[in-house]
């Protein structure tokens, strides 16, 4: 579910999914959530992330894995996912397709109600990665497989409370568009993409239900390894 931008400490090809990465990233969160009490569902906040990849050497899988954390004044995420990706290499291109484990747990609040969002499922992805000039660009697809649990807990305007549970299947779908820059002088990976959830609680006429909901955000990420 993702948008980053990306700072390095040297400069890659785009096969960089070649050999071990191990990097951190701090940026710009923007989720677009259904409208909760008064609040529109719409905040900016910060996302902080950890990810690597490993591809062993003379071989067409690699492992990746990361963590992420978002928060705004109205919305709080973590996520996790490891996958295992094949990578096929035409010349200066790669296409790449692969699968793995995804969670992530959404904390929606305003003025005395919270409702959760939980899903927990698989991740299908496919890439491309090429160079325009001397620019690596890469280009993700996600598909998100999800068993969602939402449950809310709000205020009746009473002195209760109202409270409500909801769950099912449900897919996301994920645009993710990663290139390299200069940042005053460091190299740099900027990443800019969406992703848009096909069910999203909310809480409706007195009863959970489903929504949909986008989620944008843009990161610079520092390679530590």
């Known amino acids: 579910m993702t948008l980053a931008g990306w700072l390095t400490l040297g400069a890659s090809s785009a096969s960089a999914i070649e050999g071990t990465e191990l990097n951190s990233s701090v940026g710009i969160w923007a989720p677009l959530l259904p409208e909760l009490a008064n609040d529109s569902g719409d905040s900016v906040g910060v996302l902080m992330g950890l990810s690597g990849h490993h591809r062993f050497d003379g071989y067409r899988t690699s492992v990746e894995s990361g963590f992420s954390y978002g928060v705004s004044d109205s919305a709080e995420m973590i996520g996790f996912e490891a996958l295992l990706r094949d990578t096929w290499d035409f010349g200066d291109h790669h296409l790449s397709a692969g699968f793995g484990y995804s969670m992530m747990n959404w904390d929606q609040d305003a003025a005395g109600h919270d409702i959760e969002s939980d899903y927990q499922g698989a991740k299908v992805v496919t890439g491309w990665e090429t160079c325009f000039g001397r620019t690596p660009v890469w280009l993700d697809l996600t598909l998100g497989l999800y068993d969602l649990d939402g449950a809310y807990v709000g205020d009746d305007g009473g002195g209760g409370f109202n409270t409500g549970?909801?769950?099912?299947?449900?897919?996301?779908?994920?645009?993710?568009?990663?290139?390299?820059?200069?940042?005053?002088?460091?190299?740099?990976?900027?990443?800019?993409?969406?992703?848009?959830?096909?069910?999203?609680?909310?809480?409706?006429?007195?009863?959970?239900?489903?929504?949909?909901a986008v989620v944008l955000n843009g990161s610079i990420e520092f390679r530590l390894y």
């Open 165 to 212: 549970e909801t769950g099912g299947f449900t897919t996301t779908y994920g645009f993710e568009m990663k290139t390299e820059f200069d940042c005053f002088g460091i190299p740099a990976r900027a990443i800019f993409g969406l992703d848009y959830f096909e069910d999203f609680a909310v809480w409706r006429a007195g009863q959970v239900d489903t929504e949909d």
